[in-house]
């Protein structure tokens, strides 16, 4: 039986996902099936760059949207939401409720990176 053990668990992004599979694919060559597989899938759907997900997340953080976890940001990346209900599908199941407004200050910031995707 393994001893490993988490140290620190969160959220990450697609395009970090995929930033971090380049980084591995030039220091091992080449990739496994699955992890190939993840990278095909993951440059069909990212059109942001990691520069742009930092800033995302900088200004949706700077909004002091109350409850909001660093999960529900990372899903607000990954999909670039163009309209509150699309929004709202990403709290979908999630016990923290975000009012109207604040999902609204949350699309101003999405929406002129969404015109990238």
């Given amino acids: 039986m393994s001893n490993e053990k988490v140290i620190q668990e969160r959220p990450i992004t697609m ?27 993951l440059n069909h759907f ?34 670039l939401p163009k309209d509150i209900d699309d929004l709202r599908m990403v709290f979908v199941g999630e016990t923290t409720t975000v009012n109207e407004e604040n999902m609204k200050k949350i699309l101003d910031v999405v929406k002129e990176y969404a015109k990238k995707k």
């Fill in 15 to 41: 395009v970090e996902l995929a930033n971090d599979l380049a980084k591995l694919e030039k220091d091992q060559k080449e990739l496994n099936f699955r992890s190939n597989k993840a990278k095909t899938y």
């Fill in 46 to 79: 990212t059109k942001i760059t990691i520069k742009d997900v930092k800033e995302i997340t900088k200004k949706i953080q700077a909004l002091e949207i109350p409850r909001l976890k660093d999960r529900q940001i990372v899903k607000v990346i990954d999909t």
